[in-house]
């Protein structure tokens, strides 16, 4: 049976956690590119500070993202193939992304260069810290000594369970993705709606329930936690959020005061998801009973 030393897991920068934190994870990144509008520079999350991209959406940027491709994954796993190490690729929604297609073509091909390894590549169908999380039960179970193919095994036991939900701040952002009609983005912002979205089985996002007001749509939120929870008093959740902290502080003490749990993460969302969303926007994930 293959051991834990024999394997290293990968994600990439849909995950929303940040390099710090996912070296202490023992787990190697893949930033994923995004770009200025119009621009010819591609740039790496980790180039740009969080608060600096999201003022610049906010002063009317507008930013493009691009799925990893194959060049890119080569470089991130043949030095480990060459160390005698197989890949475990905990990788960005297909629903959202094509970088699960991308790294699936690149994994067969490098099989092929080398034999004795093994790449596998599973698609969370999750998003941001939704990824992260799921991230998070892979580290815990190698940690424990799980094999790739037992990790790869929990990870897809978990996958439809990782319930994603959110709320942001502007509808002009999703409306740039093609995620809301003009007429709904119009009205949205005279009428003060907030949108309540979630990601689906299949890993896109869908828009779920419209709420007046900012506050009420963090207590939609805490509803869904409340209603579908698989355990709210001991299980883990995370939030992010688009340069939102005291809106993200809000959602975990709403949780805290009703079930006394404490998010596990509070993380930003990085340019990769936050180009799509923009800022404001607030998402909580953890365990439910179904997405």
Known sequence: MTGMNDYVIFTDSGCDISPELLGEW????????????????????????????????RAGEVFKTAAANENMLRQAFVPMLRKGLDVLYVCFSSGLSGTFGTAKLAAEELMKEYPERRILVIDTLCASAGEGLLLRYACAARDKGASMDEVGKELLEKRPHLAHWFTVDDLVYLKRGGRVGSVAAFFGGVLNIKPVLHVDDEGHLIPMQKVRGRINSIKAIVKKYRETALDPVNGAYFISHGDSLEDAERLERMIFDEFGKKAELITDIGPVIGAHSGPGTLALFYLSRER
């Open 26 to 57: 023992k787990v190697e990144l893949i930033e994923l590119l995004f770009r200025k509008d119009g621009g010819e520079e591609d740039m790496r999350p980790s180039q740009v500070p969080v608060k600096e991209f999201y003022d610049r959406m």
